[in-house]
């Protein structure tokens, strides 16, 4: 029998609930030519139509692309106008014009610590190069499709629509009411914002050292070599210094979950998925809740980045998908040997070549209120541009300079592999969609379809760097960097290659999209019907029964998983064994949405009984801190009594438990902390673990982290909701949740934002997806900072509040849903 599509006609009760919108189908709503839905595939509204239901998700319906676009970018503008123009700003490298030079370029993106300046020159570069506008001419896959472009099209009609409709001056959010930079946005706006976003991978780390790039003064005389043993020396503490930078970066920026369970792991349907991606909670990636639907064409729901006409995470009638940050570094370095008598000049196979200069210059608003002007000498190699730091991390620019290639620089792609990943209809479809646009930027995916099919892949834009051309081409410091020799959890093997050969660029592969990309078929990917899963460790243990292996670029094998990963793999394989002591076996939406939401800490599991048994075991209950004796005497009950090792928001202990994992890691690897069981190969899931309670470290942490909660007036014993919340419209709400070093999934992160402590990033939009044999997907979802920005909308925290007591969303998908929504509430964009 053949399965039904949802967008047919209404029942009659829900006839009469929808007659009251008015004048909807006289306007050319979704009730023309049917009572509340499209009468049949590909008859859409004359005119786009935004359906608002609860909490202010809008379902946005058309009959063709520009017109969905159209929708989108009106509803976007009236939710976040204030983000997005400051993101228009950005990309147009105006920052310093209008706000300064000083200011931080990400407000409230606690990773992001470059000024306006920097990313004024950054972008303007990038501008002047013409680097976007030739990526939107070339033509698909390279360049943007057609429809890529009629989407993008209406969106700036739309968004352009609703600022003129408002007013600068009239605007609701006060972060940017009247401001002069609030403007109508062209279509070159919008695609320059999609290039920022792809390239974020590298520029997060390089931006600041490319824009401060100059050669050290020339000495008079070329100095001498250092030894083979200084040599050594150097390149250890300098990749030493990358590793600790990039660790640091990543737990403090992005991360993901994703799981998706086939027909063997699910209970009374064929698959579901997981949607967990750990996002900024202020500023340009904040992620944006929306149906989007053309009749017979597409109809898919789900979040995207702000200003994208398209959903990046979400599912349509037949697959739902995820995507989790990798551990593929979007770049590479090359160590060019440079003439210390003129550092502008460097050489390649044996003869010297002048690197390019650029004069690159930015208007600066002064403090006196006038505009001046700044320029800036950049320069480049042919391998790319000169960076003199990575991550924070110095490269000096002396005896040889680092040039940076970025593998997305020329990547527009990933707009089509969105609009194709919103239209797939399996797994299979998910996979050559990746394989046929190599546009995803420094994200695995993962996806479950109808079918019952459950994908892990990790395919996407990856520089071309064989195991062979890496063991060729290596430096001293890339060698280490690059191997599993000094491995953090998540950091990706970045490679530093010899630039004085020129073989050793990155060379073309016939099966690749573009030039320097590693053939797509050599990627990694995994189709199950019991799981696949990801938690921002590399593809070897996407599902245990099979480890993977591929190119070490793409990440490590045969190495500890963080246990963030051990969490969602160990939940995964018990609730589907039926092990976990919950009723029966498999997943379902309850017992998904609990596996997030239980906020379990596998650190707790794994170290709670040792250290409490250190605590009990102190004489007198003191130990000495830094000169001083701490009492940790009332600690050893607080956390004896913890027994659930959870970081709900009504947890007591939790807090100190955290604060002393803080203390005891700093960062550093799970299995360098002070276990007697050390890791092995052979049981990656279990292992290490029996921390050690007679360790000095451990009871150092303890020491610290009872000190450190007394010195900030907070009791031992605080409830996390006392401590661990956000605040909106002067409420304060509690937020469950902990750092990714606990294992926890629900991965919440504190830090200062405008002086106060607040989220700065981690679970962002959440979606649990069911498929049944037939009948429409069972979804429900949550948005944890809520649609809007604006702290003037009724929707800037109603789902915040919904998170914080972990609850959730049932979602409205079908046309039937929709109308039936008491929230109900219809633009007509005529």
């Not at 001046?372 to 110095?394: A, D, E, H, K, N």
Request: proline share 8%.
């Amino acid at each position: 029998m053949a399965r039904r599509r949802f967008i047919g006609r209404l029942p009659v009760a829900v006839v009469a609930a929808v007659a009251v919108i008015g004048t909807m189908a006289a306007a050319g709503s979704p009730a023309a030519g049917s009572p509340g839905g499209p009468a049949a595939a590909g008859q859409g509204p004359d005119q786009p139509t935004i359906r608002y239901t609860e909490y202010g998700i809008p379902h946005i319906i058309a009959s063709n692309w520009e017109g969905l676009g159209t929708g989108y970018g009106y509803a976007a503008a009236k939710d976040n106008i204030c983000a997005l123009a400051d993101t228009y700003l950005m990309v147009n490298a105006q920052r310093s014009r209008h706000l300064g030079p000083d200011g931080k370029a990400s407000p409230g993106e606690n990773q992001n610590t470059t000024t306006n300046l920097n990313s004024d020159l950054y972008f303007q570069r990038m501008n002047d190069d013409r680097v976007v506008e030739r990526l939107i001419d070339q033509p698909a896959p390279n360049g943007p499709e057609p429809k890529v472009k009629e989407a993008i099209r209406g969106y700036v009609k739309g968004y352009n629509r609703y600022l003129a409709e408002t007013g600068a001056h009239n605007i609701s959010d006060p972060a940017c009411r009247g401001a002069a930079w609030v403007r109508p946005i062209t279509e070159l706006d919008v695609y320059r914002h999609a290039h920022a976003e792809i390239i974020m991978g590298s520029a997060d780390a390089l931006l600041d050292g490319q824009v401060n790039a100059a050669p050290a003064v020339a000495p008079a005389a070329a100095p001498p070599a250092p030894s083979a043993e200084a040599a050594a020396k150097t390149a250890a503490e300098t990749a030493a210094k990358i590793r600790d930078a990039m660790a640091a970066g990543r737990q403090q920026s992005m991360g993901s979950n994703a799981l998706a369970v086939g027909s063997q792991g699910v209970s009374g349907a064929t698959g579901m998925m997981l949607a967990n991606p750990h996002f900024p909670w202020q500023g340009k990636n904040r992620m944006w809740q929306s149906q989007l639907t053309i009749p017979g064409e597409v109809n898919v729901v789900g979040a995207s980045l702000l200003g994208f006409p398209a959903v990046n995470i979400g599912h349509n009638d037949d697959v739902a998908w995820s995507h989790t940050v990798a551990t593929v570094a979007p770049f590479g370095l090359f160590d060019v040997q440079v003439d210390p008598l003129n550092p502008t000049d460097y050489l390649v196979d044996g003869a010297w070549q002048p690197m390019t200069s650029q004069q690159v210059a930015v208007d600066v608003l002064k403090a006196d209120g006038s505009v001046g002007r700044v320029t800036r000498t950049l320069w480049s190699t042919r391998y790319g541009p000169i960076t003199t730091s990575m991550q924070g991390v110095p490269l000096p620019w002396v005896v040889s300079a680092h040039a940076v290639r970025d593998v997305n620089r020329d990547n527009l792609r990933a707009l089509n592999t969105w609009f194709h990943l919103d239209q797939a209809k399996d797994v299979h479809e998910v996979v050559n969609t990746l394989e046929t646009t190599q546009g995803v930027p420094f994200f695995n995916t993962v996806a479950a379809d109808r079918k019952g099919n459950a994908l892990y892949a990790d395919i996407q834009a990856t520089p071309n760097i064989t195991d062979e051309h890496a063991g060729s081409c290596l430096t001293q410091t890339g060698q280490l960097l690059f191997n599993q020799a000094l491995r953090l959890p998540n950091v990706p093997p970045v490679s530093i290659f010899d630039g004085k050969r020129s073989a050793c660029d990155w060379p073309d592969d016939p099966n690749a999209v573009a030039p320097g990309l590693l053939d797509p078929h050599k990627q990694p990917r995994l189709i199950r019907s019991d799981f696949a899963g990801n938690a921002n460790d590399s593809p070897w243990l996407a599902n245990p029964e099979q480890p993977l292996s591929y190119p070490r670029v793409m990440g490590d094998t045969a190495a500890p998983r963080s246990l963030r990963t051990q969490e969602l793999i160990l939940t995964a394989q018990n609730r589907i064994n039926g092990t976990d002591g919950l009723p029966g076996r498999g997943f379902t939406p309850e017992t998904m949405r609990q596996l997030l939401f239980a906020d379990n800490s596998r650190a707790a599991d794994l170290a709670l009984d040792a250290t409490v048994r250190m605590c009990q075991s102190v004489p007198f209950g003191l130990i000495l801190v830094d000169g001083n004796l701490v009492n940790v005497s009332e600690a050893c009950p607080i956390l004896a009594a913890w027994r659930s090792h959870d970081f709900t928001a009504d947890s007591r202990g939790s807090w100190l438990f955290e604060n002393y994992w803080y203390f005891l890691g700093g960062g550093q690897a799970v299995e360098k902390m002070p276990w007697r069981v050390p890791f092995d190969p052979k049981d990656p899931l279990h292992t290490p673990n029996s921390l050690d309670p007679g360790s000095s470290a451990v009871r150092d942490a303890f020491g610290r982290a009872v000190l450190a909660l007394r010195n900030a007036g907070v009791p031992l014993n605080a409830p996390l909701s006392a401590v661990q919340k956000v605040t909106r419209g002067g409420e304060e709400i509690p937020i469950h949740g902990s750092l990714t070093e606990l294992g926890v999934l629900n991965v919440v992160t504190p830090g200062l934002v405008d002086g106060r402590l607040d989220i700065v990033f981690g679970s962002s939009f959440i979606q649990v997806v069911r498929f049944t044999a037939d009948g429409p997907p069972q979804t429900s979802s949550v948005l944890a900072y809520s649609q809007s920005a604006d702290p003037t909308s009724p929707h800037h925290a109603d789902q915040t509040k919904l998170f914080s007591t972990g609850r959730w969303v049932t979602e409205r998908f079908t046309e039937e849903q929709i109308a039936a929504s008491p929230a109900l509430e219809v633009k007509v964009l005529s």
